[in-house]
C-alpha cells in the first residue's frame, strides 16, 4: 500500500529519468571512482560565483550584528533591491522598468509557481514548445493546470507556429518559452517571436481573454556567437519573465530569481498584487535575504562565459569525431545530440557501458535525442572523446 497519492507516484515515474541517470552516477563513481565517470547528466553550474559575490558576503557579514538585518521584509523583496534590478531590467530588456514591476522570488521556479499560482484556473492549460525544461508540467499541475506541448520544427529546433497555433484552445492561458533553451541550445529569434506574438494576439482575441506570454530566462547571459537574446517586453504586451541568479552568479543554492511584469501591459496593478500575494501564500513568504542582497551587490558582474565556450568547441569536437549529428547550441550549457540508431534509451545505456552519463530525450518529451552538459571541466569533456566512438561504433 503507497503512502503517497496516485498523483506524486505517478511524478516520481515521469521524473525517473534524471533521477536515474543520478542514481547511476553515483554507482558508477562508488566502483569505478570518481574520475573515471564522465557525468554530463546534471545542469548544475560547476564555474565559481565571480570575485563580486566573495566581497558582497563579506560586507554582509559585518552588518550581521545589527537588528532585522536578517529579518522578514517585504513579500515582493527588499526595495532597494527591487530598484536596483529595475535598473538592470531596463537596460537589458531595452524597456523602462519601475521597482514595482519586479517581484523577487525563489529562484526563477519559484517565479513560474507564484505566476501559475496566480493566473490559472483549475484545468486551464499551460503550452509549451517540446522539448521543454522537465519541471513544466509539475509546476503546472501544483496549480490545477494541464501542460501541453507543440513539437518544434527542424534539426534547429525552430518554433513551429502552425503546431503552436493548433495546439491553443479556449483553456490556453500561459504560453511557456525557454531561450536559451534547456535541453536544445536554441535561441528563439526576434522574428519567430513576432509571429509567436501575432498567434497569441489573434486568438486572445478570439477566446476573449488575453493568453500570457512566459519566458523563462535563466540562460539570458550565456549565447555564443554574438546571438541576441530578443526581449518579450517589447514584442507582446500580456508577456512575463522568470528568471534567476544561478547560473550567471553561480548562486543555484541561494535561490534567488525574480519575476518582471510587462510594465506597459493593461491590468498589471491587480496582477502584481495576486503575485505578491502567491509569493507570500504558496510558504515562500520572500526569497533568502543573504541572497537577494549578495545578488543586487553582484549584478554587473557574471562568471567567466569564456570557459563556458571553450568547453562547448571541446564537446563539438568529441561530438564530430564519434560521427553524432547535433545542432550546435546557441546559448545555455547543452547539447542535444540525434542518439544513433534512433534509441535515446538504449543508446544512453551504451554511454553507460562506456562510464558516460547522459539523459535520454524522453525525459524531456522528445525521444530520440539525449542531453548532454558542459557546466563540467574541460578535461572531463576530452576525456570522454573515445567512449563516444566505441559507444557509436
Known sequence: MSLLTQQMAGYLERASWIRKMFEEGARLKAEHGVEAVCDFSLGNPDLPPPGEVKKALGELAELADQPLSLGYMPNPGYPWVRQALAEMASK????????????????????????????LEPGEEVLSPAP???EYGFYTENHGGVFKTAPVSGADFSLDLNAMEQAITAKTRVVLINSPNNPTGRVYSREELEALAQVLEAKSKEHGKPIFLVSDEPYRFLTFDSVEVPSLLSIY??????????KNLSMAGERVGYLLVNPS??????????????????????????????????????????IY???????????DNASIDYFMPQGAFYFFPKAPGGDDVAFCAKLQQELIL????RGF???????????????????????FKRATA
Open 309 to 319: 565556450a571553450n568547453r562547448r568547441a571541446a564537446m563539438a569536437e568529441v561530438l
Open 132 to 134: 521543454f525544461f522537465v
Open 358 to 361: 547522459a539523459v535520454p530525450g
Open 265 to 306: 501591459m493593461q491590468g498589471k496593478d491587480e496582477l502584481i498584487e495576486g503575485l505578491v500575494l502567491a509569493n507570500r501564500i504558496l510558504g515562500f513568504v520572500n526569497a533568502p535575504a543573504i541572497g537577494q542582497a549578495v545578488a543586487a551587490k553582484a549584478l554587473n558582474s557574471q562568471v567567466d562565459v569564456s
Open 92 to 119: 537589458e530588456q531595452a524597456v523602462t522598468v519601475a521597482p514595482e514591476d519586479i517581484i523577487i522570488t525563489c529562484g526563477a521556479a519559484g517565479a513560474l509557481n507564484v505566476l501559475f499560482r496566480a493566473v
Open 365 to 387: 518529451g522528445f525521444p530520440g535525442y539525449f542531453r548532454l552538459t558542459f557546466c563540467v571541466d574541460e578535461a572531463v569533456i576530452r576525456r570522454s572523446a573515445e567512449g
Open 237 to 246: 504586451p500580456y508577456s512575463v519573465v522568470g528568471t534567476s541568479f544561478s
